[in-house]
Nanobody, 117 residues
C-alpha cells in the first residue's frame, strides 16, 4: 500500500514551464514502475511518461523532447519537468505506481495544469 500526492500544477502561458512532483509514502520497490498520466475533458486518460527503479524512461510521442521524468529515491519523489508547454497539454495530471508482478496499481489525486495561448 502506498499513498501518492501530486503538486506543482497551475496556470501557465504557452511556451512556459512547470515542474510537477509526486511524493510517495514509502520507497518504491524494484518491481514497481512510476508513471505520469494525464486526462483532458472528454478524453481518455493517457500515459505521458514512466520511469523504472533503474532509471529506464519512456515518453509518449506527443511530449518527447519537451517533458522529462526523473526521481529522487532518497525522498520517495518523482518529478515531471514540462517545458515548451502547449494549450493541448492542458489536463489533470496523475501520478501512478504499477507493480509488474503483483497485479496492483495506485493513483494520486491529480493536479490541474492549464496552458493558455
Amino acid at each position: 500500500q502506498v499513498q501518492l500526492v501530486e503538486s506543482g500544477g497551475g496556470l501557465v502561458q504557452a511556451g512556459g514551464s512547470v515542474r510537477l512532483s509526486c511524493a510517495a509514502s514509502r520507497s518504491i520497490f524494484s518491481t514497481e514502475v512510476v508513471g505520469w498520466y494525464r486526462q483532458a475533458p472528454g478524453k481518455q486518460r493517457e500515459l505521458v511518461a514512466s520511469i523504472s527503479t533503474y532509471g529506464r524512461t519512456s515518453y509518449a510521442d506527443s511530449v518527447k523532447g519537451r517533458f522529462t521524468i526523473s526521481r529522487d529515491n532518497a525522498r520517495n519523489t518523482v518529478f515531471l519537468q514540462m517545458n515548451l508547454l502547449k494549450p493541448e497539454d492542458t489536463a489533470v495530471y496523475y501520478c501512478n505506481v504499477r507493480s509488474v508482478v503483483g497485479g496492483y496499481t495506485y493513483w494520486g489525486q491529480g493536479t490541474q495544469v492549464t496552458v493558455s495561448s
